[in-house]
């Protein structure tokens, strides 16, 4: 797989599982609160952690490693998942991203 030959995401939910952070751009924070119906303090204290850097927010992982939100091969927060997660692999993307991306 090369960014030349991505046709399509094929939701195979591969690079939801991959290890890293799912960074949280400003805004992103209120608008997953906002759409799990829950408080910001208790979205942030449940779900997210800081970078090692300290300088943004990432979403926490499931036991497996998978991002906490990723149900079988689905993302629960779909409608407001972070710019991280709708840019990939176009825009953003991790080294060794076509290892595993199946989307062509
Ligand atoms: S927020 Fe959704 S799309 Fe983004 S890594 Fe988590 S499950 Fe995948
Ligand atoms: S790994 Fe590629 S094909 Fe699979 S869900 Fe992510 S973007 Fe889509």
Redesign the pocket.
Known sequence: ?SLEN?I?????????R?HGYVKLRPGEVEAIADYLDIPLYDFTSEYTRLTYDRSRLSLIEAEDGSCIFLDG?DCMIDEVKPSQCRT??LKWRFPG?EK?????
Do not use: L, Y
Not at 10 to 16: E, L, S, T, V
Not at 100 to 104: A, L, T, V, Y
């Open positions: 797989m991505f399509g995401c094929k939701r195979c939910g591969a690079c939801c991959a091969n990939f692999p991203w595993i991306c199946k989307g062509g």
